[in-house]
T-cell receptor, first 112, second 110 residues
């Protein structure tokens, strides 16, 4: 059972480039979320989804887009990367009616 | 989510119990108390959660004050592998996520 899988593990971008961070879960969880973690800080919620076709904004959504076409996948798109988006990004999933978040290993992104 | 207050860091010795405190004086009646930990270079990992009563699982115990304004995570016998940042979070814990603060950096001495 793989749990939550994030790809890539590391990425370096130039300012203005776009890219998609991938997140997939194999636990049939309805809820999925994206967080970012800056050095020495806690996690901040970017976007979340309560099911296929339904997404909503979290605390820091600007500069990011999401979509949820299937239960398994929840990609995060950076439209035009900025140095302020240098961070570690974590994807998480929760089963409906449960109270435990399962996190991926993270994607470490540097924007130069 | 209600705000929590945790010590920035704590130090303990291997094979001894560890008590990690958390204050959450503004907790609402429907908020759960969640504990997660984050090992170096890894994603957060669920430890335990509870609502009113004390809770035990294979990783730890959670002691909740009677007024629910504070709680303590208890690691019964710390190992070097328990060195991590421990986050105490209060909230519903649903799809709209949890608010992670800076947590407590737990250092385990051999």
């Amino acid at each position: 059972n793989a749990g939550v899988t994030q790809t890539p593990k590391f990425q370096v971008l130039k300012t203005g480039q776009s890219m998609t961070l991938q997140c997939a879960q194999d636990m049939n969880h309805e809820y999925m979320s994206w967080y970012r973690q800056d050095p020495g800080m806690g996690l901040r919620l970017i976007h979340y989804s309560v099911g296929a076709g339904i997404t909503d904004q979290g605390e820091v959504p600007n500069g990011y887009n999401v979509s949820r076409s299937t239960t398994e996948d929840f990609p995060l798109r950076l439209l035009s990367a900025a140095p302020s988006q240098t961070s570690v990004y974590f994807c998480a999933s929760i089963g409906q009616g449960q109270n435990i978040q399962y996190f991926g290993a993270g994607t470490r992104l540097s924007v130069l | 989510d209600a705000k929590t207050t945790q010590p920035n860091s704590m130090e303990s010795n291997e094979e001894e119990p560890v008590h990690l405190p958390c204050n959450h004086s503004t907790i609402s009646g429907t908020d759960y108390i969640h504990w997660y930990r984050q090992l170096p270079s890894q994603g957060p990992e669920y430890v335990i959660h509870g609502l009113t009563s004390n809770v035990n699982n294979r990783m730890a115990s959670l002691a909740i004050a009677e007024d629910r304004k504070s709680s303590t995570l208890i690691l019964h016998r710390a190992t070097l592998r328990d060195a991590a940042v421990y986050y105490c979070i209060v909230g519903r814990g649903g799809a709209d996520g949890l608010t992670f603060g800076k947590g407590t950096h737990l250092i385990i001495q051999p």
